[in-house]
């Protein structure tokens, strides 16, 4: 084996700034994706019927199909439309359809979106009954009662699903490798792969720095689990 490449000073930096894109990736879409979904879960228990179907239909297309396939579909597709490269050096948000990193951003933050807002709509609809006569019986709006009640209670339910989707996210940024002058983690190993014909050695690497940052994602989200799910546990006697 030869190590003493992928631990050259130069590999090490390239493995870092491959990090900090997967990592940039992997919040963004998260916390976008998050702020999607939640509207979305509204919109799917809360809102009108045709709201409800086209909702739906956006969680279906993006459950049912590969997250290459919409990554795909997002830069070869629309980034390359005549209509949009025409606009794409003047009109927002047209202009950030060049950037292959939006791209690939657009792409992960549909799909989390997708899969979270289902997760959220479910843990909604299982809300105790009981919580929302209490809310009803001290005079709360309808609203009032999804703000302080049933949402709170369903995104605390909803966390220890949502931490295997975030670290299927992290694994699923490595798809970003496959767009064009977008260079993560898995990027990196390829082009080391390419360079030096070491495909063990930087695989190997890749995939140590994925399991480390999926360590730190669990760790996370038990400390989160643990300060608010911490009612939901079993008593002691």
């Known amino acids: 084996m030869s190590w003493e490449i992928v631990f050259a000073p130069e590999q090490l930096l390239a ?17 976008i994706g998050a702020i999607v979904a939640i509207a979305c879960a509204l919109a799917l228990t809360s809102g009108p019927w045709f ?38 050096d003047e009109i927002w948000p047209w202009t950030h359809f060049k950037e292959p990193f939006f791209c690939a951003l657009l792409a992960f933050t549909l799909n989390t979106a997708g899969y979270t807002a289902e997760m959220l709509a479910g843990a909604i609809r299982e809300t105790n009954p009981g919580e929302v006569e209490a809310a009803r019986a001290m005079g709360m709006g309808r609203w009032q009662i999804m703000h302080r009640i049933v949402l709170p209670s369903a995104l605390r339910r909803t966390l220890p699903p949502y931490s295997n989707e975030a670290v299927m ?47 730190a994602l669990i760790g996370f989200f038990r400390l989160l689990e643990t300060r608010f799910l911490a009612y939901l546990a079993p008593r002691k006697n």
């Open 15 to 31: 493995f870092w700034n491959g990090l900090l894109t997967t990592l940039g990736l992997l919040l963004s879409s998260l916390g």
């Open 51 to 88: 709201v409800q179907k086209l909702v739906g239909g956006f969680t279906y297309f993006v459950r049912g199909t590969p997250l290459l396939i919409q990554l795909y579909l997002i830069y070869y597709g629309l980034a390359q439309l005549d209509w949009i490269q025409q606009r794409w």
């Open 169 to 215: 996210m992290l694994h699923s940024t490595s798809l970003a490798s496959t767009v064009p002058a977008l260079t993560d983690i898995t990027a990196v190993a390829s082009q080391i792969y390419s360079d030096y014909y070491l495909p063990f050695e930087a695989y190997l690497a890749a995939a140590a720095i994925y399991l480390c940052v999926t360590f």
